[in-house]
């Protein structure tokens, strides 16, 4: 049963860079039918998608944060990460990381079967 | 502003039928996906594809698409079926992923 966890610190300062990473049990990043993706949400708000990344290293990102995210995938360690710069209290949310399939079956289709617990993110000095 | 538009919330009679949708013209193209978030939990993936459902998903739960509408269908709904309810799918341009806003369904 495959099982992510997300882990970084809960304080970030303005200006600075936040940092999580998602360790995957269970399962392998290095999977070729799967997607890994990032998404948050602030208190009282709805789901943002961040990004997403294969096993190759291709990504997408959210054109509305784009300029300010990376992820990346290390599949020695079973992990990705998210890096997202700048921050303010905007960004302030639990982060998710999240398991995805993608492709064409008559239509396009994208879906994330397998979450974290989340973990929760402040920005604050 | 989303690309996919949802009702902010639904109430339904315990035991009753209740329909969420979610609108955008990306859904012409795309398959929507729709999840479960119950208050201080993760979302559950309820519906994919066409209309498929995740092993342990009681299949009270279904889907449905036409035009520019996904729907979620929760036929006889329970208790314990009070959440939000958020759909995705690609974008327009189906690079990217898109949420709704969500939808908060009460059960009466």
Not at chain 1, 106 to 113: G, Q, R
Not at chain 2, 64 to 73: D, V
Request: hydrophobic share 30%; net charge positive; with cysteine.
């Amino acid at each position: 049963q495959v099982q992510l966890q997300e882990s970084g610190p809960g304080l970030v300062k303005p200006s600075q860079t936040l940092s999580l990473t998602c360790t995957v049990s269970g399962g392998s990043v290095s999977s070729t039918n799967y997607y890994w993706s990032w998404i948050r949400q602030p208190a009282g708000k709805g789901l943002e998608w961040i990004g997403r990344i294969y096993t190759s290293g291709n990504t997408k990102y959210s054109p509305s944060l784009k300029s300010r995210v990376t992820i990346s995938v290390d599949t020695s360690k079973n992990q990705f990460s998210l890096k997202l710069t700048s921050v303010t209290a905007a960004d302030t949310a639990v982060y998710y990381c999240a398991r995805g399939a993608s492709g064409y079956d008559d239509y396009y289709y994208y879906y994330m079967d397998v979450w974290g617990k989340g973990t929760t993110v402040t920005v604050s000095s | 502003s989303s690309e996919l538009t949802q009702a902010p919330a639904v109430s339904v009679a315990l035991g009753q039928t209740v329909r969420i949708t979610c609108q955008g013209d990306s859904l012409r193209r795309s398959y929507a996906s729709w999840y479960q978030q119950r208050p201080g939990q993760a979302p559950v993936l309820v519906i994919y594809d066409k209309n498929n459902r995740p092993s342990g998903i009681p299949d009270r739960f279904s889907g449905s698409s036409s035009g520019n509408t996904a729907s979620l269908t929760i036929t006889g709904a329970q208790a314990e079926d009070e959440a939000d309810y958020y759909c995705s799918s690609r974008d327009s341009s189906v690079t990217h992923l898109v949420f709704g806003g969500g939808t908060k369904l009460t059960v009466l």
